[in-house]
């Protein structure tokens, strides 16, 4: 394989990487947003559907981006990357912001430290995807870290896609049915799906395997980093620490 057969063979394997991870992000939302909207069942404030919208516009942006690179329209590619830095902060403002409001409804439906807690999910998910966004923006001249951290980011705010196909599961779907809108689930139950979504990483050193002789540092560093995130935040979710740290946060919009 030549090197330009073999950029294009890369470049391919992103697009389908980005293709999936669009497939996620739309169809784990589609019980308890999108096929809500037509019959307008669904229950949530207007930042609710600002922040849907943000979402979904990432994973179809992160796409959009993966396509200009394989087929080597780099100015198309720088273009959309300054849209995609604002894209991305204003992700993570509204998330922020979405998971303040929650707090507080759960809050004020007498919750308590259950809330507190389990709102350690979302704002490390948010935190994880943040800390790989600016880990690739400071690497965007090292093309192997920075796509690899791209699709590292995008897969980290995958997860409250993927909780959601395990809610309609668990607690079934229907008209008004949403995670948010009830008591707050165990901490342990964002385990199973978000160590899932790390399967999309196990492909990419797969990937690199196959076509590189080895894994790219990126996988091993950003899959360790991702991983601690995920079964440490149940232990960290119940201490008086992040309880603490919770508490304030509900009260940003106090």
């Known amino acids: 394989m030549n090197s330009v057969a073999g950029m294009k063979g890369t470049g391919r394997f992103y697009v389908w ?47 959009v981006q993966a396509r200009h690179a394989e087929q080597g329209r780099m100015a198309a590619h720088r273009a959309f990357g300054l849209a995609g830095i604002s894209l991305a902060t204003a992700l993570v403002f509204t998330g922020l912001a979405a ?12 919750y308590g430290d259950r809330a507190r807690a389990f709102s350690i999910l979302p704002v490390s998910a948010i935190t994880l995807f943040a800390g790989f966004i600016v880990a690739a923006i400071a690497n965007i001249r090292r093309t192997e870290w920075h796509r690899r951290l791209m699709l590292l ?17 668990i607690a079934g779907g229907g008209p008004g049915r949403r995670p948010g809108l009830g008591p707050p689930p165990p901490l342990a139950i964002g385990i199973v799906p978000s160590l899932l979504l790390e ?23 950003g899959g360790a980093i991702m991983t601690a995130v995920i079964l440490l935040r149940g232990t960290i979710g119940g201490t008086a620490v992040w309880l603490a740290i919770a508490n304030a946060f509900a009260h940003i919009a106090g």
């Open 153 to 169: 980011a995008t897969i980290s705010l995958l997860q409250a896609a993927m909780a959601r196909v395990f809610f309609v599961l």
């Open 17 to 63: 990487m980005a293709a999936a991870c669009v497939l996620i992000a739309f169809g784990g939302f589609a019980p308890t947003y999108w096929l809500q909207l037509i019959p307008g069942t669904f229950i949530g404030p207007a930042l609710l559907h600002v922040h849907g919208f943000l979402f979904s516009a990432w994973t179809l942006l992160f796409l």
């Open 199 to 221: 399967l999309l990483i196990v492909a990419g050193i797969v990937y690199d395997w196959r076509t590189r002789g080895k894994p790219h540092p990126a996988w091993l560093v």
């Open 99 to 110: 998971e303040v409001l929650s707090l507080n409804v759960q809050l004020a439906a007498g």
